[in-house]
């Protein structure tokens, strides 16, 4: 049983008096800018760091993308991110209008350490941070309120004098109270002010002050208050970048994050699939795709997303969950029969429409360079709608509603038998077996030769009837009434379609129909396949009667034959 939380937890943020925020009033119509922390925070959170050709190929990825701003990683701290540096400045791999970032500590040594690295850059984002929250004053860094407000200002001049000596480099300087969201809002605001008075923030020379959720402490609503009230607050806001950089401990970092740029935030920093300490950072595809979906565009390139997977499983280690938001492989997969239903029908619409409006698919996914093939699987929770849409995309098979309902509950027997998903190909296996292959079962027809009499059709017709051969001849207005009679048996065809499942050389006709007995009221569906129009309806035709055999409707000695 849960420990009584009262007693042993307590509130770690600040309420925060903002009873006219403008938030919740204000809907997102542009992208934020994007930072990626890939290669820094997301690299520290996995079993083994990225080499330097595993951080490489990510960079590539992340500049393929339509990152701007890139954080590298801490090269005063890591021997790999500082080599790592200095060949994407050395070996000229930084595009012109790409920010590499990295993160120091406020701490003098460490600092000096960051611009060794930088040595050449073109431009390039140094980001400092400590924290100011009552924890980590109290607990971790031994100081009060103005003892962290001074760590804070003594880097920040330590960074201004270093940026100084390298003139020919375009600096961006960014801070970080760290764990903003656990620190009263008048110390981070205070804090946050005299570092930006030392860089001289202003329109012309932004400074980047990132507000993070360290560790997500509170509801989203309230971390969109606290980013309001320092939106609101800040000294030298028009010269300041907002940054918000939302950890996942709650599992409402992409709510946090999306509320947070409506309340005033202008950059969001995150990891592409969720990446990072603990839970994760904000997964940014996931918000950029929710983005995409509302009609804004997210000035991110996720067309390829399958590749964007397999670069970052490749370089983290870490599976993309087969259910992660837009990317993993199971989101646009329908199991359920009423869901799969709904999408069948969705699609039959779709192909009229510009405006993307599909039941259980809120985004394209050939937006995202997938195909339809997932959308639909089958297994025993699945329905005739998915089996029908299976079918019909793969083999351009359509069933009548009757021939769904009677194959969906031969499909659902066999996926209960075998308690396994069922593909498409076993699914056409498992129709040819029932409706087709059954031709050769109990009649079986050998040669036929149709002509024509007096305006009928006269067939002659060689079947073989357990093991005898007969020569039957029928008449008729048409092909299949000629071979009804020719069978003599007491059957109707009451349903006849016929279609092609495929083109070219290889074309052959589908016919599908429906038989009854005369007087039983019992019929049978079955289908023949040929590349032949003619064969094809006789082969239909005889799997029927077979079928109606083997339900015991019909008998092989019902045949009446005639010598011819």
Same mark, same amino acid.
């Given at each position: 049983?849960?420990?009584?939380? *009262? ?37 520290? &959170? ?84 400590? *924290? ?22 003594? #880097? ?37 002010? @005299? ?11 932004? /400074? ?124 646009? =997969? ?20 510009? /405006?993307?409006?599909? $039941? ?54 066999? =996926?209960?038998? =075998? @308690?396994?998903?069922?593909? @498409? ?43 005898? =051969? ?8 048409? $092909?299949?009434? @000629?071979?009804?009679? #020719? ?17 070219? &050389?290889?074309?052959? &006709? ?16 079955? &289908? ?26 019909? *008998? ?6 005639? #010598?011819?």
């Amino acid at each position: 049983m849960l420990a009584d939380p *009262s007693t042993k937890y307590r509130r770690m943020y600040q309420r925060v008096d903002l009873p006219d925020r403008q938030w919740p009033n204000k809907e997102i119509t542009q992208a934020p800018i994007w930072m990626s922390t890939d290669l820094r925070d997301g690299n520290q &959170a996995i079993f083994e760091p990225m080499d330097i050709e595993q951080k490489f190929k990510m960079f590539q990825m992340l500049v393929k993308i339509g990152f701007k701003h890139i954080e590298i990683g801490f090269p005063s701290a890591s021997q790999i991110d500082f080599d790592f540096t200095r060949k994407l400045i050395e070996e000229n791999h930084i595009p012109e209008d790409v920010y590499i970032e990295v993160l120091v500590q406020a701490r003098d040594h460490l600092i000096a350490r960051t611009f060794e690295a930088l040595q050449g850059a073109k431009r390039a984002i140094v980001h400092i941070y400590n *924290s100011n929250s009552p924890t980590f004053r109290e607990k971790v860094l031994n100081v009060d309120i103005a003892g962290a407000k001074k760590l804070a200002t003594n #880097a920040a001049e330590k960074v201004k004098e270093y940026a100084a000596k390298q003139p020919e480099t375009e600096w961006v300087f960014q801070y970080s109270p760290e764990c903003f969201s656990a620190t009263e809002l008048e110390v981070a605001k205070d804090v946050c002010d @005299a570092v930006t008075e030392i860089w001289d923030a202003r329109p012309e020379q932004k /400074v980047i002050l990132n507000l993070p959720a360290t560790v997500e402490v509170s509801g989203p609503n309230v971390y969109a208050d606290q980013i309001e009230w320092m939106h609101r607050n800040l000294a030298r806001r028009d010269g300041v970048i907002i940054s918000v950089h939302c950890h996942n401990d709650r599992g409402c970092g992409i709510a946090a994050s999306e509320l947070s740029i409506l309340a005033g935030a202008d950059r969001v920093e995150g990891c592409v699939f969720g990446n990072g300490e603990r839970t994760g950072n904000v997964d940014i595809a996931a918000i950029a795709l929710n983005m995409y979906t509302q009609g804004v565009s997210p000035k991110l390139d996720f067309s390829n997303i399958n590749e964007i997977i397999a670069t970052v499983e490749e370089c983290t280690g870490l599976p993309v969950h087969p259910r992660h938001p837009y990317a993993g492989d199971l989101v646009f =997969t329908a199991f359920s029969g009423s869901h799969q239903d709904a999408i069948k029908k969705g699609f039959e619409f779709q192909k009229n429409q510009e /405006v993307w409006d599909m $039941p259980y698919l809120p985004i394209d996914p050939k937006d995202l360079g997938r195909d339809y093939d997932a959308v639909i699987r089958v297994n025993s929770q699945s329905g005739k709608g998915g089996i029908a849409y299976l079918l019909e995309s793969n083999f351009n098979v359509t069933l009548p509603r009757r021939v769904q309902i009677e194959f969906s509950q031969i499909v659902q027997a066999h =996926t209960d038998n =075998t @308690a396994k998903e069922i593909t @498409a190909d076993e699914i056409w296996k498992l129709f040819k077996a029932t409706y087709v292959d059954i031709k050769d079962k109990h009649y079986s027809a050998k040669t036929y030769r149709l002509s024509t009499e007096n305006n009928d059709q006269v067939i002659d017709l060689e079947i073989e009837v357990n093991g005898e =051969t007969q020569h039957l001849q029928g008449r008729g207005n048409g $092909p299949i009434s @000629a071979i009804i009679n #020719a069978l003599k048996l007491p059957i109707d065809v009451l349903n006849y379609e016929e279609r092609s499942i495929s083109s070219g &050389a290889d074309a052959k &006709a589908l016919a599908l129909l429906e038989i009854q007995v005369k007087g039983s009221g019992r019929s049978a569906f079955a &289908a023949g396949i040929h590349s032949n129009t003619i064969t094809s309806p006789i082969e239909a035709i005889i799997a029927c009667t077979n079928r109606l055999i083997d339900q015991g409707v019909l *008998s092989t000695s019902d045949i009446i034959s005639e #010598a011819v």
